[in-house]
């Protein structure tokens, strides 16, 4: 396996896999869904006088990202048993008064900072308050969409093959993602843009001048990952990377465990 960076900026990460295949790729994408990651679990309203009911306000607190300073346990895995302690339970309280707009930044806890403070959470009207206290859990994106850390996907690395090519230039306005350039008379697609519509390759049928062949590739992927904000692209490959070795070891034990068993 080999990896090679295509670019890379804060919040946006896209490489190049080269020698696996789509089960593994696949298998990479979806241990995202089990990285423990931090948001509002549950809400506790004390004075709620603003347009929107309890449940709609809890529902968008939830949905903060959250980062956190601190080292959490997964509730259930922590020596509270479940209960809530500061090792996995981060509080939080929110106090406002109206004529206001309340934003994730006046969540006030110890610890733990909004990703981005101005996601607006509810407008008040004049003498309207809101008064409530919340806690923090780490949770999986398979149980909830709320604790996933980001988006991740991957395309096939296209395969290109021209031949023949006579400098017609006609496939380069087919290309709907403007792939196609022409440089020196000689036509190059970039592999970055091209998604494999194969629009060129049936222009190239129909005229009969040239032939141009694209295949996606079985065992080169370009990966994009794309982070909420909880963690940094990279990391977000790297504990996917993790979990899926840690899960693979637990499945392989479980296995000889029941092979032991069968003799
Ligand atoms: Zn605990």
Redesign the pocket.
Request: glycine share 10%; net charge positive; hydrophobic share 0%.
């Given at each position: 396996m080999k990896i090679e960076k295509i670019s890379k900026d804060k919040e946006k990460i896209c490489f190049l896999i080269k020698g696996i295949n789509n089960t593994i790729a696949n298998s990479i994408r979806r241990s995202i869904l089990e990285i423990p990651i931090l948001a509002i679990d549950s809400v506790e309203f004390y004075k709620n006088d603003s347009a929107l009911y309890d449940e709609i306000i809890a529902h968008r607190l939830g949905l903060i990202p959250l980062k956190t300073t601190k080292t959490f346990?997964q509730?259930e895995k922590?020596?509270?048993k479940g209960?809530?302690?500061s090792?996995?339970?981060a509080s939080f309280k929110l106090k406002a008064k109206g004529p206001i707009m309340v934003y994730a930044k006046d969540l006030k806890g110890r610890g733990i900072e909004v990703v981005y403070p101005d996601m607006p959470i509810v407008l008040l009207g004049k003498d309207q308050e809101l008064l409530l206290s919340t806690e923090a859990t780490l949770g999986i994106g398979k149980e909830h969409a709320k604790h996933t850390p980001g988006l991740v996907w991957f395309n096939s690395y296209p395969i290109v093959e021209i031949k023949n090519c006579n400098g017609c230039q006609e496939c380069i306005s087919t290309c709907p993602r403007k792939a196609i350039t022409i440089k020196n008379k000689k036509i190059t697609i970039d592999p970055l843009k091209c998604d494999i519509c194969e629009a060129c390759v049936e222009l190239s049928k129909k005229r009969g001048k040239c032939s141009i062949n694209i295949k996606p590739s079985k065992e080169d992927f370009i990966f994009y990952i794309e982070t909420f904000g909880q963690l940094k692209p990279e990391e977000i490959f790297i504990d996917a990377i993790k979990i899926l070795d840690s899960n693979l070891k637990e499945f392989e034990k479980q296995l000889s465990k029941k092979a032991k068993k069968k003799k």
């Open positions: 346990t509730k922590c020596s509270c209960k809530g302690c090792k996995c339970t």
